[in-house]
T-cell receptor
C-alpha cells in the first residue's frame, strides 16, 4: 500500500481539464512543499513535470499545473491532448525519506 | 547530455544478493545527491534509497538493514548492494539524480533506463 493516495484512474475528453489528487498526511504532503509529479508512458522511465508543488521544469507545457491544500496536492492538466494519456505519480518528502503515490492512469477519451 | 546507465540486474535466488551499478555522465556527479527508485511490474513507484554528497544515506523501512547505497565519485558511479532478497524485491530499479541537495527529497530530474531484478527460485 502506497504512502500517498491517488485515484487509480481519471479521464477526460480532448480540450477538457482533469485534476488528479494526491492525499497524504501532515508528515509528508501537509508538512513540506516538496511535492512532485511524474508522467510515465508504458515501458519508459518517469519524467518530472511538477516540483515544489507548483513549479514546472523547462520544456513542460504550461497546461500542467500543481497546487496543494492541507494534506492534499493536485495536478491539473488543462486542454487535454491525446499525448497526455499516461500514468501519473505524485511524490513527497516525508522527513528523512521519500514517498510516492500509487499512481493514476489518465485516459483521454 | 546527462546520462544514467544502470547495470548488474538479473535473476537471483531468494535469500541471495545482488549489486546494481549506475554510471553517470554529462554532469558533475560529486555535486548531486543520488537515489534509487524501484517499480514492480504493473505497480507504482517506490523510493528505495538516497545518498548525499557527504555520503549521508537514507532508506525506507522496507529495505533498511538489507540494502546499502554507496557512491564512488572518482568513477562517477552509484551502487546499490542488495542482500537477503525476496520475491517482493522483484522490480525494475531506476538510478535517479536529485534536483535538491539535502536529505531524501524525492524530486528527480534525470532517470536511468532501469535494471530488472528478478528474485525467484
Amino acid at each position: 500500500q502506497s504512502a500517498l493516495t491517488q485515484p487509480p484512474s481519471a479521464s477526460g475528453s480532448p480540450g477538457q481539464s482533469v485534476t488528479i489528487s494526491c492525499t497524504g498526511t501532515r508528515s509528508d504532503v501537509g508538512g513540506y512543499d516538496y511535492v512532485s509529479w511524474y508522467q510515465q508512458y508504458p515501458g519508459t522511465a518517469p519524467k518530472l513535470i511538477i516540483y515544489e508543488v507548483t513549479k514546472r521544469p523547462s520544456g513542460v507545457p504550461g497546461r500542467f499545473s500543481g497546487s496543494k491544500s492541507g494534506n492534499t496536492a493536485s495536478l491539473t492538466v488543462s486542454g487535454l491532448q491525446a499525448e497526455d494519456e499516461a500514468d501519473y505519480y505524485c511524490s513527497s518528502y516525508a522527513g528523512s525519506k521519500g514517498v510516492f503515490g500509487g499512481g493514476t492512469k489518465l485516459t483521454v477519451l | 547530455e546527462v546520462q544514467l546507465v544502470e547495470s548488474g540486474g538479473g535473476l537471483v535466488q531468494p535469500g541471495g544478493s545482488l549489486r546494481l551499478s549506475c554510471r553517470a555522465s554529462g554532469f558533475i556527479f560529486s555535486s548531486y545527491d543520488m537515489h534509487w527508485v524501484r517499480q514492480a511490474a504493473g505497480k507504482g513507484l517506490e523510493w528505495v534509497s538516497a545518498i548525499g554528497t557527504a555520503d549521508d544515506t537514507y532508506y525506507p523501512g522496507s529495505v533498511k538493514g538489507r540494502f546499502t547505497i554507496s557512491r564512488e565519485n572518482a568513477k562517477n558511479s552509484l551502487f546499490l548492494q542488495m542482500n537477503s532478497l525476496s520475491a517482493e524485491d522483484t522490480a525494475v530499479y531506476y538510478c535517479t539524480r536529485a534536483l535538491f541537495g539535502f536529505g531524501a527529497v524525492p524530486t528527480f530530474d534525470y532517470w536511468g533506463q532501469g535494471a530488472l531484478v528478478t528474485v525467484s527460485s
